[in-house]
Nanobody, 122 residues
Framework: QVQLVESGGGLVQPGGSLRLSCAASGSIFSINTMGWYRQAPGKQRELVAAITSGGSTNYADSVKGRFTISRDNAKNTVYLEMNSLKPEDTAVYYC????????????????WGQGTQVTVSS
């Protein structure tokens, strides 16, 4: 079994900052790409940022220069530092992690966090 636990969401004023965390635990052999997605009301879920096991990153154009994704491999944790937040960043944020379990090391399974609400409003 593998679990993802997210934390760090909340209410923030425009221009403010938040840091999201997503920790993976359980029967983990290795972790591939880790990413953050978000879904606003009435909209499709979209990729915000991702980071590979080698540290390469990519970002949605809408967050470039404001958000930073990072990972701590020793803690099986991915972070999303969000600065200069805008009302349009309001959404439920989900982490997504590709994991090889100890009982099936040849297969990369995709796991989602439970989601954390980020609300940007004055």
């Amino acid at each position: 079994q593998v679990q993802l636990v997210e934390s760090g969401g909340g209410l923030v004023q425009p221009g403010g900052s938040l840091r999201l965390s997503c920790a993976a635990s359980g029967s983990i052999f290795s972790i591939n790409t880790m990413g953050w997605y978000r879904q606003a009301p009435g909209k499709q879920r979209e990729l915000v940022a991702a980071i590979t096991s080698g540290g390469s990153t990519n970002y949605a154009d809408s967050v470039k220069g404001r958000f930073t994704i990072s990972r701590d491999n020793a803690k099986n944790t991915v972070y999303l530092e969000m600065n200069s937040l805008k009302p349009e960043d309001t959404a439920v944020y989900y982490c997504n992690v590709g994991i090889r379990r100890q009982d099936s090391v040849r297969t990369v399974n995709n796991y989602w966090g439970q989601g954390t609400q980020v609300t940007v409003s004055s």
